[in-house]
């Protein structure tokens, strides 16, 4: 057989709790096929670690710090938003990336991320093929949003989805304490800015009709401000309080983002990131209601401490996936989670075609959601609740979590060329 | 000796993650004195439930209830946001209690809160000998604050000590991530709105200097904007990113709340609770870096999966003392932590007199903040540390914890006369 080729792991966009768990995925199972694989190499800050020649040689790393990195979130080796243009637009970025590729005899490219990375990974492939060098690309799935398609979730959703239901659930508990007297109105905003999957994950809070929350404002559903307020003072009148989880996406009929219409700063400037002021603000001025407001932002994607023992398993398994299939030989693909059964939850991993999953987004389907728009049904239930099944604890050390740090050696740069960001 | 007595047990103000755990304290306790303690109700809403003789029967509650106490945050019997005023002021709503008291046969006052709480449970005892009703009195710390004297510290504090760093670090490892192309400055707003013991709690997410949190915007320090944004700028461009825990009680040079001086929402109203975002544009607008911001708000204080083990135990702790000094007639007293040892720690709880807690706040110390104003120091870390050690997680159920509720079957009243809030 053929000697073994060098591989390459980078991480993509926003950062989970549990990519890592992916990258240990892949680290651990390259270790197994090192007739295929010679070294692993990481990207520093992601695809950008390529381009700048700027890899990490994994086998500097302790085996304490690969363990640790199924328990530590955020991404281990830098992540970086950076989209590569189409081939036709900047076909630069793309050589590049060859270039870098045949000076270190790297053969497979494992891109972990979402859309936007599958359609890269999926470029690459087609031009190396085209140029001469062909490289085995295997798209690896990480993405909070929740909105690739053709595979059950996304790793990073299930944590997220549990960490936004656990927080949901315990701020009702301490609203409905205070309402008598203070609080009347919880707002909660969650990510989410295209599809309203974390959103709906906060339904899992409650479990039966009334139980908090009472509204949840996807960004799938139009914002009816009527309808909005009227099912909020129904809420407080019928339970002494209420709360809301609002998705940062959530727009209005004239099709902008609430956060975008609502709160400006000093400087009269729009400030994004903000519905959750925003929605609190407009029931204080309607209802008169007093309103507690909080934004999780990137404590809800970081929430290590509270991870989905499922989304870690799996995680990990598409890591290992995503070796098995390239040594396999299988370019263009990428694992996908299959489920294959709700009560029990059970899931098995399948290939699926990058040129399948590219640029296609998953949104929340409008049978998820209650007829009036505020809630989630049975079948969003069905399909959530495995999602966040069982802890994973991380090690502690003196009351925190003990995640761990990469060394982060450097491979010695072969190319002369610089590339310019 | 005497007929036993019935005691009465109210929650105040702001609840916590461990208040219930006070209340397991106390009832557990109690059923092990019942020579002196004969019923035990407890106050729907807090006080209010007294002054409108609305009582819980807790006798009415299943064991498995009362032992998910311990572990279920926020307030079980409801809390309230309602001062009692000055005797002078509002006499009536004390002689009402008095009159509850008496008809109920209420021997004992365990009023679990901070401040206002232990000059109300001061008056109460001073006015019920006034008036030939006497009731002993004991009030029982609760704030995360952390602001009562005399105790080493305040049960929910350790908790959200522990939340608060958690999330730091989580969060901080996320921005560390993406800095290189997206976010560098992450700004997370916690509360304490006179001290900044919760914001100093953020400091224990690093070890070393340069760690995240690079810059603590404490109450006790008055904002300093030239060095606030040197500061920032400076961690960016040695760290790559800036990690900036504010507490929502920073002012500026003017005396007022940096939150009411920023952000207006559509209609130009000032718009509180939002420091976080305040502080993130100013950092956007004067320095151009990418922002991010989180306001944890109820979160941080509702966070029981993540409480610390330490603040669960002096939680339960306090409540069996202030039961233990009731039965042996010590009125007008607080359970109060005293800490033996830091390293290992060691505490013991002692009484101190109400007279010397109510109304007194205990801020965080300038030898616990950096010269600079921006971070803790070593004294401030051998005082926090052993407050946020150990994990105690609720059990599970469906990935959510199994949080529980009251039954709340109310005691039936004596009295034809109603009491107007």
């Known amino acids: 057989m053929s000697q073994p080729r060098n591989a390459f792991y980078a991480q993509s966009g926003g950062v989970t709790a549990v990519i890592n768990a992916t990258a240990a995925g892949v680290i651990e199972t390259a270790a197994k096929h090192r007739r295929h694989i010679g070294r692993l190499y990481a990207g520093r800050d992601g695809i950008v670690g390529a381009l700048t020649e700027d890899l990490i040689d994994l086998s500097a790393e302790s085996r ?185 996406g959530v727009k209005g009929p004239d099709g902008k983002f609430l956060a975008e219409a609502g709160t400006r700063d000093a400087f009269g400037h729009a400030q994004l990131g903000g519905v959750g002021p925003v929605i609190a603000n407009l029931v204080k001025e309607k209802l008169g209601y007093k309103y507690h407001w909080a934004v999780a932002d990137y404590l809800q994607r970081a929430a290590r401490h509270i991870a989905s023992k499922t989304d870690v398993e799996q995680a990990w398994a598409v890591g290992k996936a995503a070796v098995e299939y390239a040594v396999r030989g299988m370019n263009a693909v990428m694992p996908a989670i299959v489920r294959t059964s709700s009560r029990p939850y059970r899931w098995k991993i399948e290939p699926a075609a990058l040129t399948d999953v590219a640029n296609v987004e998953k949104k929340v389907p409008r049978n998820y959601i209650t007829a009036d728009g505020f809630g989630i049904t049975k079948a969003a239930r069905t399909y959530l609740q495995p999602l966040i099944l069982g802890e994973d604890y991380p090690p502690y050390e003196n009351g925190l979590p003990a995640y761990v740090r990469i060394r982060g050696k450097a491979v010695k740069k072969r190319l002369k060329t610089q590339f310019k960001l």
């Not at 060098?133 to 799935?141: L, R, W």
Request: with cysteine.
């Open 64 to 248: 304490a710090t690969l363990r640790g990195l199924r328990y530590t979130p955020a991404g281990a080796f830098g992540s970086a938003r950076f989209k590569l243009k189409g081939l036709d637009q900047n076909r630069a970025e793309y050589e590049r990336l060859i270039e870098v590729f045949r000076a270190h005899d790297i053969g497979y490219f494992f891109y972990n991320g979402g859309n936007d990375s599958m359609d890269t990974a999926l470029k690459v492939s087609q031009l190396g093929a085209e140029l001469g060098y062909p490289v085995t690309c295997v798209g690896i799935p990480k993405t909070v949003d929740n909105d690739l398609p053709l595979t059950d979730c996304c790793p990073g959703f299930g944590s997220v989805a549990k960490y936004v239901a656990v927080s949901t659930r315990e701020a009702a508990l301490d609203v409905a304490s205070m309402a008598r007297t203070s609080t009347k109105v919880f707002v909660l905003e969650v990510m989410g800015r295209h599809a309203g999957w974390i959103a709906a994950a906060g339904g899992l809070a409650g479990e039966k009709a009334g139980d908090p929350p009472q509204v949840i404002l996807f960004p799938e559903i139009t914002f009816d401000e009527p309808a909005f307020l009227f099912k909020v003072k129904q809420s407080v009148e019928n339970n002494g309080y209420c709360v809301i989880v609002v998705s940062e």
